[in-house]
């Protein structure tokens, strides 16, 4: 109905699904704002509404990405687009071409094309079984892949020759889409994909990021803070590829970087300055070119944060932006308060978890104790959860349970609950944790995991010292349809988001007051006049 919607806005087809009533009303906003105007409004709402499914790319993300790539792009492709992002970042392009596997999520990517004055060149299908672009090479891809793909084709494509730097494991998706986008580039061309951090030292990916390397495909890779982690809280690289031409000489150096959206200019500079005059001795500031000779071991890891600091920066450099971003920050945090409203108190009918367990409309997990090995897939731990944390252990997956988007893990420790409600797959159930999987048709994860944070707050008086002995069968939560649940459950993931932004924002302030006590012992910030 959106897709419709957008595309009435826009004078194309004719309304079959948009009821009359929200027809007439956005008929109204047109004549207010503009039809392109109302329609932008539309796909906005859309992207927000939707945005722990849909996983799109942050602007400020996207901005960096077209940076990387370079001033001289004028044909770019996108084989995974979503809503086309990342086509409409990059200004004036002669080519945007773009692949989607839903057909819906497509088509509110052509109408986002057709606002920015991009011709339509959206394809529908999945671009690693079947690519809708065959022997199309342009002067960059930019790619948000989806991560932690497990039927990604890889029984189908053995022998497929888009890999040229060895067969993808089964469990590596993204090394199969760096190998697509590098397959689309001119001689020369660039390639910036979003990727996740364990993609950069996983061992099973070890041959193919060796062959990257050696043949000089892989040119950069550069880290982001986790918090920027595009709904999933996973921490984040972004690679910079290079199609070998065949004339130029093979680098000898790949630049490394940890970046902070205030550095995001200044790592991009950076990396262009390296590709034009190489610095093999730049160890200065949040980056630096570290020789490939270095990372040939065994393990292959190119992992930034193993050889440069963020934090490396001038406090005098790093404060102005340090300020700003802080200042943005605030400003947003006010629009994300929920808005709840005071009704008479009352009892709801409630069930257990026990009863709806057996009624098939939930399941529930438990990982048992076992150790973490330290190496092998990411682990989400108690300590996660009680932190708000991204994973960061790893250990083997073999026996464990994996997570899937919509289950909710409790972790129940020292008369204290946390709940989360998981927005990404493939990562690994960390010990002493309970995962209830519920039936999406049945039951809402946000509401269930409101109302399950709900025990971790005593009455007036009462203590917590029952939910270290969490029992998940014994949790009685309301009865109530689906739809209501929903309701209650819009609301909790807003009160999450923001819990989070706030836990953000103190991490933030506090390296605000540590940059000003820095500069000021360093000379290098002084109070103003």
Known sequence: MVAEAAELLLGQGRRRLVAAPAWWLLQELAEEQGSAEAARFLLGRYAEVHSRRLFETP????RFMADLAGPGVRSVLDPACGLGTLL????HLDQAHGQEADDTVARLARTRLALAGIEEAVRTGDSLRRDSWPGLAVDAVLCHPPFNERNWGYDDLVSDPRWEYGLPPKAESELAWVQHALAHLKPGGVAVLLMPAVAANRRSGRRIRSNLLRQGALQAVIGLPSRMGVGTGL???LWVLRKPSGHDPVPSHVFLAEAEPETFEE????WHETRTAPDPDARTGPARTVPIIELMDENVDLTPGRHVSADDQAPAQRFPAVRERLL???DRLSAMIPDVVAVPARTMPTVDLAETERAGAIKVLSSGRYDVTGSGD???TDQDLLSGAAPQARTQPDDRVVTEPGDVVVAARAGELA??????KGVVLGPRLTLLRPDPQRIDAYFLAGFLRALSTPSPGGTQSSISRFDPRRVQVPRIPVEEQRRYGETFRKVFEFEEELRDIGAA???AVASIVKGFGKGELSPPE
Do not use: F, K, N
């Open 378 to 380: 990411l682990v989400l």
């Open 509 to 511: 302030g506090r390296a």
């Open 235 to 237: 921490p984040l690289h």
């Open 88 to 91: 409409t970042t990059i200004g």
């Open 328 to 330: 943005e920050r605030l």
């Open 59 to 62: 602007p400020e993300i996207a």
């Open 419 to 424: 709940v989360r409600v998981v927005s990404d």
């Open 267 to 270: 790592v991009a500079r950076r």
